[in-house]
């Protein structure tokens, strides 16, 4: 089985829907996706990232099924916490300054007991996202197995999530077994970006999910480069 995974195209954030940059990215996104066949197309349930599998469902003729927990993170002070969090939270910023003032926090599960994440809110979205993609992959017969997964019915398909930067950031993370703060500092991925996860299975074994491609944005690049001729 493999998970493709997308993020969405450049945002109206104002408006929870693509730019018309942001459409021209998702256009070529399915085209970029058209020799992969995928067997079934997955979303966040927000507009950019159902508008920008709109185009991909269309190429496939596929029906869009949305999951509710990739929807984006959101990130501050927990209700009640007697802990000020510095830059209101946002989890990049934190992440950062966690791996470069205290990397022993950083590279191992005791990230999520630093003041800077522990009563963040963003780790309810860690806590939804992680047993979310648990339950979704479960259906795949892929059940977690201390860390990993084990098949318990063997699968081939190819399926596509369209997500966002701070959902995917907690899948990959999850996934992967890679601590959430340098997911988010060290693995960044662009709009319409296209990252890939194995998951090479039979009956009865345990799988290592296997990052197989990350941040391929080369159908993005060649719009930018259509776009600079076209003006030439």
């Known amino acids: 089985m493999r998970l493709i995974f997308v993020r969405h195209g450049e945002p109206d954030y104002k408006n929870d829907c693509l730019t018309e940059n942001g459409r021209e990215q998702a256009q070529a996104t399915a085209r970029r996706l058209k020799g992969e066949g995928i ?127 701070g959902s995917g950031a907690i899948l990959f993370s999850h996934l992967l077994n890679l601590p959430f703060p340098f997911v988010l500092t060290s693995m960044p991925y662009g709009v319409c970006s296209v990252s890939a996860v194995e998951f090479k299975n039979q009956d009865g074994d345990v799988i290592v999910p296997r990052l197989e491609l990350f941040n391929d944005m080369g159908h993005i690049d060649r719009v930018k480069l259509e776009k ?3 003006k030439k």
């Open 39 to 165: 067997k079934a197309i997955y979303s966040s349930p927000m507009g950019r990232a159902r508008e920008t599998a709109s185009y991909t469902a269309r190429e496939y003729g596929l029906d869009i099924r949305v999951l509710d927990f990739m929807h984006e993170i959101d990130w501050g002070d927990r209700p009640g916490s007697t802990e000020k969090l510095e830059y209101d939270g946002h989890p990049w910023t934190l992440a950062y300054r966690l791996l470069t003032e205290q990397p022993n926090c950083a590279w191992n599960s005791r990230w999520m007991d630093h003041p800077y994440f522990r009563d963040n809110v963003c780790m309810d979205y860690y806590e939804k996202v992680s047993n979310g993609i648990d339950g979704f992959l479960a259906e795949y017969g892929l059940e977690r197995h201390k860390g990993l997964y084990r098949c318990g019915k063997a699968c081939d398909d190819t399926i596509a999530l369209f997500a966002h930067g």
């Open 228 to 230: 600079l001729c076209f």
